[in-house]
C-alpha cells in the first residue's frame, strides 16, 4: 500500500506562484510513476504532469509546460509541483497519483484510470 497526502493548495491572484508537495508513505518504490492530476466540477480528471521515479522522466501536459514542474525530494519521500504564471484556468482540485512500473504501464501517463494510488486533493483557486 501507499499512502499519499497532498498540501499547499491556496487562493493566488494570476500570474503567481504555489508550489503543492505529496508526502508519501508505506510501500514506496523507485520504479513507480508519480503523477498531479487536477479535476474541476462536472469535468474528467486531467494529468498535469508525471514522473517515472527510476529514471526521472518527466512528462507534461501541454496547457502546463514551461509554467509548471513536477520533481521530487532526494529522500523521494515527497513529490512536488511548482506552479508558475498561474491562469485563472488552472483553478481546480488537484490530486497526487502513484503506480507501480513505468508511467505509459497500463496505460498514459495522463490517464487516471491506469493509477491505483490517490491523495485526497488540495484546492488551487486562481483569481484574475
Known amino acids: 500500500q501507499v499512502q499519499l497526502m497532498e498540501s499547499g493548495g491556496g487562493s493566488v491572484q494570476a500570474g503567481g506562484s504555489l508550489r503543492l508537495s505529496c508526502a508519501t508513505s508505506?510501500?514506496?518504490?523507485?520504479?513507480?510513476?508519480m503523477a498531479w492530476f487536477r479535476q474541476t466540477p462536472g469535468k474528467e480528471r486531467e494529468g498535469v504532469a508525471g514522473?517515472?521515479?527510476?529514471?526521472?522522466?518527466?512528462y507534461y501536459a501541454d496547457a502546463v509546460k514551461g509554467r509548471f514542474t513536477i520533481f521530487q525530494d532526494n529522500a523521494k519521500t515527497t513529490l512536488y509541483l511548482q506552479m508558475n504564471s498561474l491562469k485563472v484556468e488552472d483553478t481546480a482540485m488537484y490530486f497526487c497519483?502513484?503506480?507501480?512500473?513505468?508511467?505509459?504501464?497500463?496505460?498514459?501517463?495522463?490517464?487516471?484510470?491506469?493509477?491505483?494510488?490517490w491523495g485526497q486533493g488540495t484546492q488551487v483557486t486562481v483569481s484574475s
Open positions: 508505506g510501500h514506496t518504490y523507485t520504479g513507480q510513476c
Open positions: 514522473l517515472y521515479v527510476f529514471y526521472g522522466s518527466t
Open positions: 497519483a502513484a503506480k507501480l512500473g513505468p508511467c505509459t504501464y497500463g496505460g498514459s501517463w495522463y490517464d487516471s484510470k491506469s493509477f491505483r494510488y
